[in-house]
């Protein structure tokens, strides 16, 4: 929360536990799954649902943002007050996000194999681009009196720099860098905790592990409702894994109306917090769904500019913010804070919107994929090299022996 606004960005859910291959708007995108060429511990299919998914909480995330900032600089018009409540509502794209990496994440999880893998992996998803904006921030942050970067002294500025690259900030009450970030505290701690709970499982009884993780997580849930919904990621992920349950041919029909349903009880949960949890049950209900390609939403979400959103999902949300700062500052300047006039918000809209897609899209190609396959590249070398040396040294014990 900043100056009464809810700052939002999304979760990473591993794009590469779906895909490789990069939906560009101009593609035409039209089955359920497709093919894509990965190495054996990636999936084969794109879940194109999903994928959509992301897209367009993407998308509600940000225009939620354009709002707020607008409101922040006092060039929000007037005229726009009555439907506050549907912008508002957009910042609950990220509990979507959520849902969306509970369910990718424990499956990339159970296909590595190994922990230690998986925590290697979603250092090389989510470090290039983050570390990009974070030196960005902390370099330029103190010399334009960047929020509380005004004045730092060089032992703030050092833990500050070292608990953000941590994430701490967000789940721990330290001053935040990159406002977006926060939640990135929450998607590591996800991540934590699903890995110790795989590695636990492995050496003990799985039974004891998972009540005792059960016994630790709910509490901490009911502390922090809205972190609930990577549970309901996890949940579909194993009722589908395991077939245990058929998709009702009734939940098809209630995708709909339950998809709209999850920010209306959200909103009332900012007042009355159970009801937070009530969302869960129809965020299960849509998502669970999605996930089998056969409801209302399907075709919507399999839309090539929503396919072309999430592939860029993670990288426009990182810089969206970075992009857009400088743009409202100016437009709030130029337009002397004219609440009565539409032109700056839709300058901010199309000027924004243009200056994130372009920036995210350059940051997918170099960041995300280029920097992310030279480390996978160089961290596999690594491996094969340790290997092809224990190897070695074996054969030389044998043959001396």
């Not at 291959?21 to 995108?29: I, T």
């Not at 018009?77 to 910042?91: E, H, N």
């Not at 902390?138 to 500025?157: D, E, L, N, Q, R």
């Amino acid at each position: 929360m900043t100056n009464g606004v809810r700052d939002c960005v999304p979760p990473l859910s591993d794009r590469r536990d779906e895909q490789s291959v990069v939906p560009r708007p101009d593609q035409s995108v039209s089955n359920t799954e497709r093919e894509v060429r990965l190495d054996s511990t990636y999936p084969t299919k794109l879940n194109l649902q999903i994928h959509g998914l992301r897209g367009l909480s993407a998308l509600a995330v940000f225009i939620y943002h354009l709002y707020a900032m607008s409101m922040l600089f006092n060039f929000w018009p007037a005229v726009l007050a009555r439907a506050d409540i549907f912008f508002k509502a957009g910042s609950y794209g990220v509990e979507i996000f959520f849902i969306i990496s509970g369910y990718l994440i424990t499956a990339s999880l159970i296909r590595h194999q190994s922990a230690k893998k998986f925590l290697i992996d979603r250092c090389i998803r989510i470090y290039p681009v983050f570390l990009a904006i974070h030196l960005l921030v902390f370099t330029v942050g103190p010399i334009i009196h960047y929020k509380w970067m005004a004045g730092i002294s060089v032992w703030h500025w050092s833990e500050a720099f070292i608990s953000n690259g941590l994430f701490l900030p967000g789940i721990f009450p330290l001053p935040l860098a990159q406002l977006n970030a926060w939640s990135l505290s929450y998607e590591a701690a996800f991540y934590l905790v699903t890995a110790g709970v795989f590695a636990a499982a492995a050496i003990a009884r799985r039974r004891l592990v998972f009540m005792g993780a059960a016994l630790v997580l709910i509490p901490a849930l009911l502390m922090v409702p809205r972190a609930a919904f990577f549970v309901v990621g996890v949940t579909i992920f194993f009722v589908n894994n395991r077939g245990m349950i058929q998709l009702p041919a009734l939940f098809r029909s209630l995708a709909v109306p339950s998809f709209i349903s999850v920010p209306i009880l959200l909103t009332l949960g900012e007042h009355h917090r159970a009801l937070t949890f009530v969302a869960m049950v129809p965020a299960f209900v849509f998502f669970w769904s999605i996930t089998q390609g056969k409801c209302g939403l399907s075709a919507f979400l399999r839309l090539r500019w929503l396919q072309y959103l999430g592939t860029i999902s993670y990288s426009f949300y990182l810089w969206s913010p970075v992009v857009t700062y400088p743009l409202k500052i100016v437009i709030s300047r130029v337009f002397h804070a004219s609440s009565n006039e539409l032109t700056p918000v839709l300058l901010f809209l199309v000027t924004g919107t243009a200056a994130a897609i372009s920036v995210s899209h350059l940051s997918y190609r170099y960041l995300e994929e280029g920097c992310g396959r030279a480390l996978r590249h160089w961290i596999h070398g690594r491996e094969r090299d340790m290997r092809d040396s224990t190897s070695a040294s074996a054969t030389a014990t044998v043959t001396t022996g």
